[in-house]
Structures are given as structure tokens and as C-alpha cells.
T-cell receptor, first 109, second 112 residues
């Protein structure tokens, strides 16, 4: 049973607009959340993280929001660029990393 | 100067063979991991290891064994390979058990 779920397998966004990737989790013991980006034939690359004591963390064009009561987090990318096209994995940690299935983002010119 | 490297990148082998995948990290991290990404694209932890502790995911068959000659290396040995072992295997490392993990490029294993 997956404890971390990314219910949208794919997302297409126009360049310059906002991309919003969503992630839900079931385990209330998770205390650290991460987003990874993965290009084909490469390993996942760390993007941004957030601790459970925060509700927002921002790094340049990337912002992660955490809603603990809803057990939901989201990644916002603004403005989206064609180079952002990749698979994005949400991960949650209770000491071990638990990954979602990934959302494939396509940013079109 | 790759932070986490794996060899080989591709591995094609016959059922029943024994094979190893090597992983090296030059980040000075003290914890290393092996993950399996199956055909459904789920990334699942197999092992985590530091100098003091090996944590094994109980669903991993004992045909899989991690071996760490030193802090910078964690190799994965697989005995009696089966068709279902075909997957992409990722090595990762972190500084401490609950810190951000950095991944290698993956090893694509195909068992025929």
C-alpha cells in the first residue's frame, strides 16, 4: 500500500505559466518531505524539501507548500520553462524515504 | 566529478547468474542506500547502511546482499538472478539517516 500518492501521472503546462504538482500522504509520522526531479536515463535529482514544522519553503522558481491537516503537499514552479520537463517525484521521510509514483511534467513553448 | 556513481550503467544477464553492481560516493556521506525502480516506476528502498547499521527492507529476498568495503562504497550483490529482478537499481547517499539523499544515475538490469 502506497503511503505517498501522486494521483496525476502527467501534466502539461505552457511556458511562462505556473506548474502545480500535487502529492498526498497517509502516514502522520512523516516529518520531512522532498521533491526530486528525474530526467530519462538519469537518477533522481534533489529539488527542494520542507520540514513538517513549516508550511512553505521557497527556492527561486520552486515553492513547496505543506498542509499537514490535509496530509497534502504541492510543488509550484513559476514561471515554468521547457527545461523543467521531467518526472517529478514526491518523497516523505519517517527515517526512510517513501516515494510517490511520479508526475511527468511537460512544459510546452 | 560525479557525486554518486554506479557501474555498470547497463547489465544484461541470464537467469541463475550472480552479478554485482558497484556504487561509489565522493560526498563524504556516512549513509548509503539501494533502491529498486520496478516496471510500474515505483522507487522502493531495499537497504540503508552506515558504519553502524544495516537496515533491510523485509520484502527484499535474501539473494540480494549489500557489501560495503569502506564508507564511500556500497555494492549490491545479487545471487541466482530471476526474471523479476529486471529493473533499474539506484544507489543514493546522505549525510545522516534523515538528511537529503543524492542519487546515482541508475543501473538498468535485464534478466533473460
Amino acid at each position: 500500500d502506497q503511503q505517498v500518492k501522486q494521483n496525476s501521472p502527467s501534466l502539461s503546462v505552457q511556458e511562462g505559466r505556473i506548474s502545480i504538482l500535487n502529492c498526498d500522504y497517509t502516514n502522520s509520522m512523516f516529518d520531512y518531505f522532498l521533491w526530486y526531479k528525474k530526467y530519462p536515463a538519469e537518477g533522481p535529482t534533489f529539488l527542494i524539501s520542507i520540514s513538517s514544522i513549516k508550511d512553505k519553503n521557497e527556492d527561486g522558481r520552486f515553492t513547496v507548500f505543506l498542509n499537514k491537516s490535509a496530509k497534502h503537499l504541492s510543488l509550484h514552479i513559476v514561471p515554468s520553462q521547457p527545461g523543467d520537463s521531467a518526472v517529478y517525484f514526491c518523497a516523505a521521510s519517517d527515517g526512510a524515504l517513501n516515494f510517490g509514483k511520479g508526475t511527468s511534467l511537460l512544459v510546452t513553448p | 566529478d560525479t557525486a554518486v556513481s554506479q557501474t555498470p550503467k547497463y547489465l544484461v544477464t541470464q537467469m541463475g547468474n550472480d552479478k554485482s553492481i558497484k556504487c561509489e560516493q565522493n560526498l563524504g556521506h556516512d549513509t548509503m542506500y539501494w533502491y529498486k525502480q520496478d516496471s510500474k516506476k515505483f522507487l522502493k528502498i531495499m537497504f540503508s547502511y552506515n558504519n553502524k547499521e544495516l537496515i533491510i527492507n523485509e520484502t527484499v529476498p535474501n539473494r540480494f546482499s549489500p557489501k560495503s568495503p569502506d564508507k564511500a562504497h556500497l555494492n549490491l550483490h545479487i545471487n541466482s538472478l530471476e526474471l523479476g529482478d529486471s529493473a533499474v537499481y539506484f544507489c543514493a547517499s546522505s549525510q545522516g539517516h534523515q538528511e537529503t539523499q543524492y542519487f546515482g544515475p541508475g543501473t538498468r538490469l535485464l534478466v533473460l
